[in-house]
């Protein structure tokens, strides 16, 4: 057989009819530009706005049928205010002096006046040591950040002298967690960007095509955030640093990956000596399919976040489904409008290549170029390619045993410096840890007893209280006398006994826990308690920042596994219905399941002997899977479209081929920019996002260097015509003789 290689059949590219006219032809673009032009400049505006509709709160996210959910709505109605406490830790050289004390008691008087302090401000309580104090500073969460840095201010200006402090307590991590998302509008956009810009420059070596392209991603993440954000202001979806980190990056990702199939089938055309509107329209109806079907695919992985009982989760569904849908949109429009506008300059200064027509029917014919080479040695050893790949996959896989996603401790949630760590560790030295943290227990008024004996007999609670609005401090202290409860005012000797405040018949316990708020051991006794008061007080509900971290990660373990199961159904059944056959996308489907098991086994090794994390959130497997195999499926719909479009024509092993050198420029590319993307989301010192971002970021090289590029063509090359199964193309055979 000839080695010369052979030119694809097509249909000639000119036009054969008088087609539009040229004023159409410069119009329906300028149209199309002008519009896009109009969202960005509407939306752009919007991302300064963004911390108007977004919290922080961890309650906020939990389902209304978690113990925690109710309790913290039910707070106010005893305490007199939703606001959110603050720990401020005091200490001295050695003790502190009466001097020192009278000073911090000026100090929380002026605190109480503060812009953002919600209350009045406890006076200093000493520790036992003598050498730390603590206040109890209210903040209004409606002003939390302003708050804490107000607190922060007033305590560098006034704070005694030889004296430090820190701010610590729930208001202290909020305050903490929000500044580390605030460089999430600037610095991650610039980052992913940038990285995305010199990765275009690299690879197509245009000036221009970048400037395009990355046009084309940041229109549509306008026009998103524009919807999202008025969306949220509506109170419909629930928006917080995390989802909007990952927003961003979704859209830049897939408009950038969408656009990049849109431009290798609008160079296609052009190579072939199509005029601009005609390139346009063949690259449109060449890029139309996978486009909508590879954004279908991923739109309908992220709705199944919809049944999720976590409020963050539901909101990532449709808040990113939104995203995507305005970056298939832009990749389709505003996009071909801007080539339609420039042509083959877009590719200045080199010229476009067809790489099809760089292929030859032979196997065994010399090749030219990385993607024909690869083709040859699929075709050559396919067998021991897919093994060898399976095999390497499996055994890195194994890693995924040693994943600790069963949540982690508040105070390692910020990466880097934390003040409010730091002031839990001095609390700790010196106070019960969980001080500024409690656990509290809803009871009914007939079960209080029983309530009061099981938290007294209970292992880390050091201290009991119930809420009185006939103390100063909104605390009376509980004691046990002849198995009936006793409460005390925490005043001076002689002052009269408060009353505990009932609500709706019921009362507020407060317990104070021995062990930090977020540590394993708080977590025990809040699990213990509640078992126990099933027994003593069972309509007693529990709540507290212990609680509502123990049903956030209940919550998401439930999560994961009901939604992983049915994201990968759903998306089988669409790979059924766009390849038209049953084996194929069995094939694809447990390909990016082989994948993101060695992304995840490789992560869980990294994690744990590189980064040295101390576990990870148990919604991080969830949200991986969700990115690795819809936007695995990505990569797999670009690749299988396209084979089967060139197995109509030349049998499915030359379609193999063929497809393989037309689609792994693309694919390599579009996966170094969604790798590059992903990467930039660990900017943000927040341990879920860095984890997220490696989890992804490697995930997607693996996928395309390995799992595209190797595996699955080298697998289904080996089963031939049937993985088109049970379609007409599986029935009709080769088209073409072949040889392997």
Same mark, same amino acid.
């Given at each position: 057989m000839s080695s010369r290689p052979s030119t694809p059949t097509r249909r000639s590219l000119r036009p054969t009819g008088a087609g539009p006219s040229r004023w159409l032809r410069i119009g329906i673009p300028v149209l199309l530009m002008l519009v896009w032009l109009a969202g960005g400049a509407v939306g752009g505006p919007y991302f300064g706005k963004v911390s108007e509709v977004?919290?922080?709160?961890?309650?906020?996210?939990?389902?209304?049928?978690?113990?925690?959910?109710?309790?913290?709505?039910?707070?106010?109605?005893?305490?007199?205010?939703?606001?959110?406490?603050?720990?401020?830790?005091?200490?001295?050289d050695g003790a502190l002096t009466d001097d020192q004390l009278t000073g911090l008691r000026s100090l929380a008087d002026r605190l109480g006046d503060l812009d953002g302090v919600n209350g009045e401000v406890s006076p200093p309580i000493a520790s036992d040591d003598g050498q730390a104090a603590q206040l109890f500073v209210p903040i209004d969460p409606d002003a939390l950040t302003d708050g804490v840095a107000a607190v922060r201010t007033a305590l560098d200006d006034d704070l005694p002298a030889g004296t430090t402090a820190w701010i610590t307590g729930p208001a202290g991590f909020t305050a903490d967690l929000v500044h580390g998302f605030l460089g999430i509008d600037g610095l991650l956009l610039g980052v992913a960007l940038i990285a995305v810009f010199l990765i275009l420059v690299v690879v197509y070596r245009s000036p221009l095509l970048p400037v395009l392209v990355?046009?084309?991603?940041?229109?549509?993440?306008?026009?998103?955030?524009?919807?999202?954000?008025?969306?949220?202001?509506?109170?419909?979806?629930?928006?917080?640093?995390?989802?909007?980190?990952?927003?961003?990056?979704?859209?830049?990702?897939?408009?950038?990956?969408?656009?990049?199939?849109?431009?290798a089938r609008f160079r296609e055309a052009v190579a072939d000596g199509a005029r601009?509107?005609?390139?346009?329209?063949?690259?449109?109806?060449?890029?139309?399919?996978?486009?909508?079907?590879?954004?279908?695919?991923?739109?309908a992985?992220?709705?199944?976040?919809?049944?999720?009982?976590?409020?963050?989760?539901?909101?990532?569904?449709?808040?990113?489904? %939104?995203?995507?849908?305005?970056?298939? !949109? $832009? &990749?389709? +429009?505003?996009?071909?409008? /801007?080539? =339609?506008?420039?042509?083959?300059?877009?590719?200045?200064?080199?010229?476009?290549?067809?790489?099809?027509?760089?292929?030859?029917?032979?196997?065994?014919?010399?090749?030219?170029?990385?993607?024909?080479?690869?083709?040859?040695?699929?075709?050559?050893?396919?067998?021991?390619?897919? %093994?060898?790949?399976?095999?390497?996959? !499996? $055994? &890195?896989? +194994?890693?995924?045993?040693? /994943?600790? =996603?069963?949540?982690?401790?508040?105070?390692?949630?910020?990466?880097?410096?934390?003040?409010?760590?730091?002031?839990?560790?001095?609390?700790?030295?010196?106070?019960?840890?969980?001080?500024?943290?409690?656990?509290?227990?809803?009871?009914?008024?007939?079960?209080?007893?029983?309530?009061?004996?099981?938290?007294?007999?209970?292992?880390?609670?050091?201290?009991l209280a119930v809420a009185s609005a006939d103390s100063v401090t909104g605390q009376a202290t509980v004691k046990l006398s002849d198995g009936e409860p006793v409460f005390s005012a925490p005043g001076p000797p002689g002052t009269p006994a408060p009353t505990p405040t009932v609500s709706d018949g019921e009362v507020l316990l407060i317990g104070t826990l021995a062990d930090p708020a977020d540590s394993a051991g708080a977590e025990q006794v809040v699990r213990g308690l509640r078992t126990d008061l099933a027994d003593s007080a069972p309509d007693a509900r529990v709540g507290g920042v212990t609680a509502t971290d123990i049903d956030t990660n209940d919550t998401s373990i439930r999560d994961r596994t009901l939604i992983i199961p049915i994201v990968l159904a759903v998306i089988l059944v669409i790979l059924m219905l766009l390849l038209r056959a049953v084996v194929a996308p069995l094939l694809l489907i447990g390909s990016v399941i082989v994948s993101f098991a060695a992304a995840m086994g490789v992560s869980a090794l990294v994690f744990d002997h590189v980064f040295h994390f101390p576990g990870a959130d148990p919604a991080v497997p969830l949200y991986g899977f969700v990115f690795l195999v819809a936007l695995g499926v990505d990569y797999n719909i670009f690749l299988m479209t396209r084979v089967r479009e060139e197995s109509l024509a030349h049998g499915t092993r030359p379609g193999i081929r063929r497809g393989l050198v037309a689609t792994g420029g693309v694919i390599t590319s579009a996966?170094?920019?969604?790798?590059?993307?992903?990467?930039?989301?660990?900017?943000?010192?927040?341990?879920?996002?860095?984890?997220?971002?490696?989890?992804?970021?490697?995930?997607?090289?693996?996928?395309?260097?390995?799992?595209?590029?190797?595996?699955?063509?080298?697998?289904?090359?080996?089963?031939?015509?049937?993985?088109?199964?049970?379609?007409?193309?599986?029935?009709?055979?080769?088209?073409?003789?072949?040889?392997?």
């Open positions: 977004s919290t922080n709160d961890n309650s906020a996210y939990l389902p209304d049928s978690a113990a925690s959910t109710a309790v913290q709505k039910r707070l106010a109605d005893f305490t007199g205010s939703d606001s959110i406490p603050a720990v401020v830790v005091v200490t001295g990355l046009a084309t991603a940041s229109f549509a993440l306008c026009v998103a955030l524009l919807v999202v954000w008025w969306l949220a202001k509506a109170g419909v979806v629930v928006l917080n640093g995390q989802v909007q980190g990952i927003l961003f990056i979704l859209v830049i990702g897939a408009a950038t990956d969408y656009a990049l199939l849109y431009v601009r509107w005609d390139a346009t329209l063949q690259a449109w109806r060449g890029a139309f399919e996978p486009i909508l079907a590879s954004g279908g695919t991923v739109i992985g992220l709705l199944c976040l919809l049944l999720s009982d976590l409020a963050t989760n539901r909101a990532l569904g449709p808040i990113a489904s %939104i995203g995507i849908a305005f970056a298939m !949109l $832009a &990749a389709l +429009t505003f996009l071909p409008a /801007l080539l =339609a506008l420039f042509g083959r300059v877009a590719f200045w200064p080199f010229v476009p290549r067809h790489p099809v027509a760089m292929i030859s029917d032979d196997v065994d014919a010399p090749v030219t170029g990385f993607w024909p080479r690869q083709a040859r040695l699929v075709a050559r050893r396919a067998r021991p390619v897919w %093994i060898v790949c399976l095999v390497v996959l !499996l $055994a &890195a896989g +194994t890693g995924i045993l040693q /994943l600790k =996603a069963d949540g982690v401790p508040s105070s390692d949630l910020v990466l880097g410096h934390s003040e409010a760590r730091d002031g839990q560790h001095v609390l700790g030295e010196h106070f019960d840890a969980g001080s500024g943290s409690p656990v509290y227990v809803l009871v009914p008024q007939d079960e209080l007893t029983g309530a009061v004996k099981t938290m007294d007999a209970a292992t880390g609670i050091q201290a996966g170094l920019v969604l790798a590059a993307t992903f990467a930039a989301l660990g900017v943000i010192p927040i341990l879920f996002l860095a984890q997220i971002a490696f989890i992804v970021a490697f995930g997607v090289l693996l996928d395309t260097f390995v799992v595209r590029s190797l595996l699955v063509p080298a697998v289904s090359y080996d089963i031939g015509r049937a993985i088109w199964w049970p379609s007409k193309l599986w029935r009709r055979g080769e088209a073409a003789p072949s040889r392997r």
